[in-house]
């Protein structure tokens, strides 16, 4: 989803709870790792990984000037000869500490694996930030969901009621991710910046991710 289409879907958004929750869950984001300088930690579930997200926040932090935005994506299983980048395993997880955030997306059951080591990250001082979409609608809560949520220190919840899908709300996420907190005067210049550079993008070598 591009800068165009995301500002079509804020537009059809506009009113809603959805663009203020996006917006404050990314300032949070923003927050921890501009205080930081950096150390983003992204991880999805056994069974879904992040890659949009990724490589969203990627585009994010080249594109506002803040490389602190840029994640390193932790993966479940990564495989045998993948580049450097794309080989971190669960294990650094139990490494996180002070000064690192990690953001951890759940499309389904986070998974007690997970969990601990979540749990882990935060007892090590990191900041644990959570996009979570296995909320159900009118049932009872599922417990990995309440699990995942009290690890957080910040969680945004895509319950099925709410007529967006995971994927939209974390494309806003990064959108905004991106924006919070502009010079002043600079909101318009950014803006052109942004569909200037996505027009270099179309003819730019394939993204690292």
Do not use: I, K
């Amino acid at each position: 989803m591009d800068a165009v289409r995301v500002a079509l879907l804020r537009e059809a958004l506009a009113g809603t709870e959805w663009l203020r929750d996006t917006r404050r869950f990314a300032g949070t984001l923003r927050g921890s790792v501009g205080a930081h300088g950096g150390g983003l930690l992204l991880v999805g579930t056994a069974h879904y990984e992040p890659w949009h997200l990724a490589a969203h926040l990627d585009d994010e932090a080249a594109w506002s000037g803040m490389p602190e935005l840029s994640p390193t994506l932790v993966r479940h299983r990564p495989p045998p000869g993948a580049p450097a980048h794309l080989s971190v395993g669960l294990g650094r997880l139990e490494a996180a500490g002070r000064g690192e955030t990690l953001l951890v997306v759940a499309e389904g059951n986070a998974g007690e694996g997970l969990l601990e080591r979540v749990h882990d990250a935060r007892r090590g001082g990191a900041t644990v930030l959570a996009l979570d979409g296995t909320a159900g609608g009118g049932g009872p809560e599922p417990v990995a969901r309440r699990d995942l949520c009290s690890l957080a220190h910040d969680a945004l919840a895509v319950p099925d009621s709410a007529g967006l899908d995971l994927d939209t709300v974390q494309h806003l996420v990064s959108a905004a991710a991106g924006e919070n907190g502009p010079l002043p005067g600079a909101r318009g210049r950014r803006f052109r910046d942004r569909l200037s550079r996505l027009v270099d993008q179309l003819a730019a070598p394939p993204h690292r991710w």
